[in-house]
């Protein structure tokens, strides 16, 4: 039979026509072809009329608009509700703590809660606008994003205003953290850029790591630090996932902290400016001084917190970096610990997201795991007095509109992905068998 | 009449364990099944695809695409997971048969 029949195709239409989700169309077209033709070419076989077996093969399959529903109710992009529920939390959170700051006075600026309140709602737009659009659409785009962010990042380099020593880009009365979303939008491009990179070849290698140093490179010149930290942390991880020889991750690790080091002694300015990172400007009593104070907000919060005590003056910049000793004080040991559970659940769940999906997926939920990661983890570990302190804040609790928006367009993306993985769009036929 | 959850649940048990012995496509293992059973069991094919489609949902199973004759056919084979959940399935299905006999034979005895 070389052809399948107008009936058979009307059936498998209407089949079709009951699923909703119309990239799972031609996968379900194509494998109940087969099946027809395989049964008719038996039924044929056996003695049957052609129009009896048609028949009687329709029949056995019974009706097209119930088999259609059955498959509906399967290809159904689900978003991740762990995920989305995590996400909640932890932007709840946030809301929670800067509001309780405001009522305490705490807020360098009162305004700072309402505007929190319309970056989340911002952030909620377009983490669905993220998850309807189709995410391996951004892949072909990976080059310009990367271009894009560069030249912005520049832009906002040699013109952008400051404020606490960062340059902000800003249009139209609005300022921008480009510096700070900058590692997510660069991890994003290069997730593209590095899927099913030819690593073997040493032109190309070599391509692929400049691509990678730049940003580095750029982001360390301009004296972001904190930027700089997070992306290379995550751009290290993503360059062994996307099955990079481990020579060339520890040659950009050893070429970075050459340029680091270069760039430290190259004046006593740059010390200065590097130390301001580490808040040691505001260390009136000498080095160590913060970490004291911490210890004392750490040691006094008790098991289930002391409430809405906490004195002005203690810890600078509580409604961001600072914001987790805050929480740990205020609502207690046990927030704390419930608040790291969360976190490790949500690393776990991106992870997760990422196992089964295509090798673009994949690498964009191993960017946005480790951007996130390094995040929460950095700030967690340097509030337990662990790691050196940046100004590394904690992603969708810590007060920051642009962050607060590029990670729920982190998120949005996370939900397409996993909401076509959910649909079957995975196993797609491949056009050339 | 069977029960419709213990319906569903059989044919799960008949799809993952022929699929257990080697990777099919939806034809074959409406085939494999009428040949097996001797004709005792016929898939309705209408509920056979929805089916393959939902266990390779949960990851029980996993499919490919082969060419055949200038056509393209999508295999299923089974996973890690789905032959645990074939186990657990079949260990539970051993109680219920068993404890159906018990009841059903006794007169016969």
Same mark, same amino acid.
């Given at each position: 039979m070389k052809e399948t029949e107008k009936q058979i195709q009307e059936y498998i239409e209407s089949v079709c026509n &009951? *699923?909703?989700? /119309?990239?799972v169309h031609r996968q379900i077209k194509i494998e109940l072809e087969d099946h027809f033709t395989g049964l008719i070419e038996d039924l044929l076989a056996q003695g049957l009329s052609k129009d009896d077996a048609i028949h009687k093969a329709l029949e056995q399959m019974g009706d097209a608009q119930l088999v259609g529903k059955e498959l509906n109710s399967i290809h159904k992009p689900k978003p991740d509700w762990w995920l989305l529920i995590l996400t909640m939390f932890f932007v709840n959170v946030g809301i929670i703590s800067l509001y309780t700051m405001k009522k305490g006075s705490? =807020?360098?600026? %009162?305004g700072f809660f309402v505007k929190t309140l319309i970056y989340v709602l911002l952030g909620f737009v377009i983490a669905i606008v993220a998850y309807y659009a +189709?995410?391996?659409?951004i892949k072909p785009f990976s080059k310009h994003i990367y271009l894009g962010t560069l030249f912005v990042l520049i832009i906002t380099m040699s013109f952008g205003s400051l404020s606490n020593g960062k340059p902000y880009l800003t249009i139209g009365g609005l300022s921008i953290d480009i510096v700070g979303i900058s590692p997510l939008l660069f991890m994003i491009a290069l997730s593209g850029l590095y +899927? $099913? #990179?030819? #690593? +073997? &070849?040493m032109k190309n290698a070599r391509l692929g790591l400049v691509y990678g140093a730049i940003p580095a490179v750029l982001l360390l010149v301009s004296s972001s630090a904190t930027a700089f930290i997070i992306y290379l942390l995550s751009f290290l991880i993503l360059l062994y996932s996307s099955k990079a020889k481990p020579a060339y991750i520890l040659t950009i690790t050893g070429a970075c902290l050459m340029v680091f080091s270069l760039w430290i002694l190259q004046g006593p300015h740059r010390i200065n400016r590097f130390s301001t990172l580490l808040y040691l400007h505001r260390d009136p009593l000498g080095a160590g001084y913060l970490n004291k104070q911490l210890n004392k907000v750490l040691n006094s919060a008790g098991f289930l917190g002391q409430g809405l005590t906490f004195k002005p $003056?203690? =810890? %600078?910049e509580l409604h961001t970096d600072f914001i987790f000793p805050y929480i740990i004080y205020t609502f207690g040991w046990l927030s704390g610990i419930v608040l790291i559970a969360g976190v490790v659940a949500f690393i776990i769940r991106i992870l997760h997201i990422g196992k089964t999906v295509e090798s673009y997926g994949k690498l964009l939920t191993i960017s946005f795991a480790s951007i996130f990661a390094t995040q929460f983890l950095w700030n967690i570990f340097m509030t337990l007095g662990l790691l050196p302190l940046v100004g590394i804040s904690l992603p969708f *609790? /810590?007060?920051?509109g642009s962050q607060l928006v590029a990670n729920m367009l982190a998120i949005g993306i996370l939900s397409s992905i996993c909401g076509k993985k959910n649909a079957g769009v995975d196993s797609q036929v491949p056009d050339i068998v | 009449m069977f029960d419709k959850e213990l319906l569903k649940g059989s044919t799960e048990i008949l799809i993952l364990s022929l699929l257990n012995r080697e990777p099919m496509y939806g034809y074959q293992i409406i085939k494999e099944a009428e040949n097996k059973s001797e004709g005792v069991f016929h898939f309705k094919e209408g509920t056979l695809y929805p089916l393959l489609h939902s266990l390779e949902a949960d990851g029980f199973l996993k499919s490919y695409w082969l060419e055949y004759e200038g056509r393209k056919r999508k295999y299923y084979r089974i996973t890690a997971t789905g032959k645990k959940h074939m186990e657990k399935k079949l260990e539970e299905w051993k109680i219920f048969s068993s404890a159906v006999n018990r009841i059903v034979l006794e007169g016969c005895m």
């Open positions: &009951e *699923i909703k989700y /119309s990239a705490l =807020l360098a600026n %009162p +189709d995410y391996r659409k +899927d $099913g #990179w030819n #690593w +073997d &070849e $003056g203690v =810890l %600078p *609790i /810590s007060y920051g | -």
